[in-house]
C-alpha cells in the first residue's frame, strides 16, 4: 500500500475530497496539520487512515518530526503534497530530506516559485514574456521604467497569488515604493489584458489527462489592492490558443504528476510585446487553482477532478469521462459595498442555476471577495446576466 502525507488537509475546506478520492484508491492517507482533531470535518476524518497534530505548521522541525513519525510507523513515504500554493517550497524541503522523488525536491523548487526563473522556461516553450527588472538600485529602477515607460507592476519574486502586488503609473508612486526598501521584487512592463488560465492534471509522462480554463473579468491585482468585487467563469475546455501555450510550457518545464494552473494573459490591445488577442506569460502555478475552483471545473464539465487527480497519483490514467457542459461563473461580492439585490434576491433569481452560495474564508477574501455565488450557464448571455444582477 502506497503512503499518501497530505500537508493541512482541512484547508481549503474542500480538499477532504482529495484525500477521500486517494483513500477510496487504496493509499494510505496521513494528515498533518494544525488544526484540532475534533475540529476536522466529518468528511476529513473518514478521508484520513491518521492525522497528526502540529502545533504550528510553520514550524519545520514539527512537521519533520510528524513526518518522520509516519515513516517509522507505516514505511517509506511515496507521496507527500499540500497542493497549496503557500506550502509548495515546504513540500520540496520535506521531500528532500525524505527522498521522497514523486514531486519538486528543494533544488528544483526555485524554478516553479520564482517569476523572474519562470519566464525562462516560458520562453523556452515559445510564449511571450514581458520585461522585467529585478529591483536592487534606484537608478536600475529608473533606467528600466525610461525603457518601457509607465506604468510598471511590481510584485515579490516568490510570492503567492497577488497579494503584495502594485502598479505604479508615476515617479511619486515609484519613489515612495523604493523609499521601503523593498526586497526580492520584480518590475515589469505593464500588460493591458484579460487574465485567462490553462488547468491541466498531468501524467508521470507530461501528458494531461484533464483539460479546463478560467477567464478573469475583473484583475485580481485590482481585487486585492482596491477591494473590489471578484468576478470570474470556467470553461469546460480552455481556448485553443491557451491549450497550445499551456500544453507547450508543461514541456518546457517538465512537468509530471501534477495539477497544474497556468496564467496568461490575452492582450486587450495592440502593444509593445503583441497585437491584440495574443497570449502572453503572467505566471505558472504548480498546484490547483485555489479555494473553490475545483469544484467549478466539476461544475463546468459535469466531471470529477478528485477523483481524476487521485486516479493519476495512483494508477497514472483514469476512466473518469466528462459529461455536460456549462460556463461556470463566480461572482464575490466585498462585504461593506451596497447592492441592488440582496442574497435572497438572487438566489430567488437564479435558483435553478446556483452550485453554491458562502462565505470565503479570511485568508481566501482578499482576492475572491467576501461572499460568492456560482452558478452554471448553457450560454455566456446568460452568465453576463447573472454577473451583472449578482454585483449590480
Known sequence: MKNFIFISPNFPANYWKFCHELKNNGLNVLGIGDCPYDNLSAELKNSL???YKVDSLENYAEVYRAVAFFAFKYGKIDWLESNNEYWLERDAKLRTDFNITSGYSEKEIKRVKFK??????????????????LVKTVKGANDFIKKVGYPVVVKPDNGVGANATYKLKNDGEL?????????????????????????????????PIFETGLVEMFSLMDTVNELGNSLY???????DDVAEAGRKTLKAFG?????????FFRLSSDQH????GEIVALEVNMRPAGGISPDMMNYASST?????????????????????????????RRDGKSFEYSEQDVIDAYR?????VSRIPKALSGAMGDLCFIGTFKTDKEMSEFFADALK
Do not use: Q
Not at 526598501?181 to 512592463?189: A, I, N, Q, T
Not at 476512466?319 to 463566480?330: A, H, S
Open 352 to 356: 435553478n442555476n446556483l452550485k453554491s
Open 273 to 276: 510585446i503583441g497585437k491584440k
Open 233 to 239: 467563469y470556467y470553461c469546460p475546455r480552455p481556448a
Open 116 to 133: 523572474s526563473e519562470m519566464k525562462k522556461y516560458y520562453k523556452k516553450a515559445g510564449v511571450k514574456v514581458a520585461r522585467h527588472y
Open 49 to 51: 487512515n491518521e492525522y
Open 304 to 332: 470529477d477532478v478528485y477523483k481524476i487527480w487521485a486516479d493519476m497519483i495512483a494508477y497514472d490514467s483514469t476512466l473518469v469521462t466528462r459529461g455536460e457542459e456549462y460556463f461556470c461563473g463566480y461572482a464575490g
Open 255 to 263: 512537468v509530471k504528476s501534477r495539477f497544474i494552473h497556468f496564467e
Open 175 to 207: 519613489a515612495a515604493f523604493l523609499k521601503a526598501k523593498p526586497r526580492g521584487y520584480v518590475m515589469e512592463e505593464y500588460i493591458d489584458g484579460a487574465v485567462c488560465s490553462y488547468d491541466a492534471i498531468v501524467d508521470s509522462f507530461g501528458n
